[in-house]
């Protein structure tokens, strides 16, 4: 059960937002947008003086920022008849993502939008944070996304491993409501092991009641996260579930291969657990 729903309102286009509204809409949750207000990033001088009116000028500019996510969030959601509550806070860019990570430990889902690589990095830095801290499973909306929430047809990436199999436990509110759910499993190499797993995952699904489909698919000697885009891509998908990976470096989680190519190259909204 989806109750309560948290979203970052990134500055820009608003997309993580109107999805998330899309979201709330079909679950009857309530959904709380966080735009943040960011601290003024002071430029290096070769004299060590930075004029006031400098700093005076980003703050004013960071304020109007957030205020108009904040507005364009609460228009959305007063158009689709959902209980919301815009929440503006204060942040540095650095301290950004540890901040919204302890604001979605209280909330049954986070959603955040995908960094654009024309834009700041500060979103990636927020998913980073969400995906390994919070403990909530995370929808990540790609930064070019229109169209709002859609099941019809949802892949779900299945390697036997333990985030994978918390993903989609953590998605079932989401299958349950699919149209069709594709269970895909990447291989090298012609085996049998993995298609038991995916069988007996495909089986699992099916006593919820689900439509499932088996997929295995070759890498064909490219990257697997490719391999999974290129396929998301061909069955036209509209939702992919995955387990999100990651290693430690100095007690930080920082982003595995596979789920750091998925978040920079997506192109359908991704469901991620840890």
């Given at each position: 059960?989806?109750?309560?729903?948290?979203?970052?309102?990134?500055?820009?286009?608003?997309?993580?937002?109107?999805?998330?509204?899309?979201?709330?809409?079909?679950?009857?949750?309530?959904?709380?947008?966080?735009?943040?207000?960011?601290?003024?990033?002071?430029?290096?001088?070769?004299?060590?003086?930075?004029?006031?009116?400098?700093?005076?000028?980003?703050?004013?500019?960071?304020?109007?920022?957030?205020?108009?996510?904040?507005?364009?969030?609460?228009?959305?959601?007063?158009?689709?008849?959902?209980?919301?509550?815009?929440?503006?806070?204060?942040?540095?860019?650095?301290?950004?993502?540890?901040?919204?990570?302890?604001?979605?430990r209280r909330f049954d889902l986070?959603?955040?939008?995908?960094?654009?690589p024309e834009a700041n990095s500060?979103?990636?830095?927020?998913?980073?944070?969400?995906?390994?801290?919070?403990?909530?499973?995370?929808?990540?909306?790609?930064?070019?996304?229109?169209?709002?929430?859609?099941?019809?047809?949802?892949?779900?990436?299945?390697?036997?491993?333990?985030?994978?199999?918390?993903?989609?436990?953590?998605?079932?509110?989401?299958?349950?409501?699919?149209?069709?759910?594709?269970?895909?499993?990447?291989?090298?190499?012609?085996?049998?092991?993995?298609?038991?797993?995916?069988?007996?995952?495909?089986?699992?699904?099916?006593?919820?009641?689900?439509?499932?489909?088996?997929?295995?698919?070759?890498?064909?000697?490219?990257?697997?996260?490719?391999?999974?885009?290129?396929?998301?891509?061909?069955?036209?998908?509209?939702?992919?579930?995955?387990?999100?990976?990651?290693?430690?470096?100095?007690?930080?989680?920082?982003?595995?291969?596979?789920?750091?190519?998925?978040?920079?190259?997506?192109?359908?909204?991704?469901?991620?657990?840890?």
């Amino acid at each position: 059960m989806i109750k309560d729903i948290v979203v970052n309102l990134s500055i820009g286009e608003g997309a993580a937002g109107d999805y998330a509204v899309s979201v709330a809409a079909k679950f009857d949750a309530h959904l709380a947008g966080i735009a943040f207000v960011y601290d003024p990033i002071i430029p290096v001088s070769g004299t060590g003086y930075v004029p006031a009116e400098v700093v005076d000028t980003q703050v004013a500019d960071n304020q109007a920022a957030s205020k108009a996510a904040v507005d364009r969030f609460a228009a959305a959601a007063s158009r689709a008849g959902i209980s919301v509550e815009p929440v503006a806070l204060n942040a540095s860019v650095a301290g950004s993502g540890d901040q919204f990570t302890r604001i979605a430990r209280r909330f049954d889902l986070a959603i955040v939008g995908q960094a654009d690589p024309e834009a700041n990095s500060v979103e990636e830095l927020i998913a980073e944070g969400t995906l390994f801290g919070s403990g909530r499973p995370m929808i990540v909306v790609p930064y070019i996304q229109k169209a709002p929430l859609k099941l019809d047809r949802v892949m779900v990436c299945w390697d036997g491993s333990s985030p994978a199999a918390r993903a989609i436990a953590d998605a079932m509110p989401f299958l349950e409501k699919a149209g069709r759910v594709q269970i895909v499993i990447v291989g090298n190499e012609r085996g049998k092991s993995d298609e038991i797993e995916g069988a007996d995952m495909g089986q699992h699904l099916a006593r919820h009641g689900l439509k499932v489909e088996v997929k295995r698919i070759d890498s064909g000697g490219i990257d697997v996260a490719d391999a999974l885009l290129s396929h998301a891509a061909d069955s036209s998908a509209d939702f992919m579930v995955m387990g999100g990976y990651g290693h430690s470096r100095l007690r930080e989680f920082v982003l595995g291969g596979v789920t750091h190519t998925i978040l920079r190259s997506m192109t359908v909204p991704v469901l991620l657990s840890h």
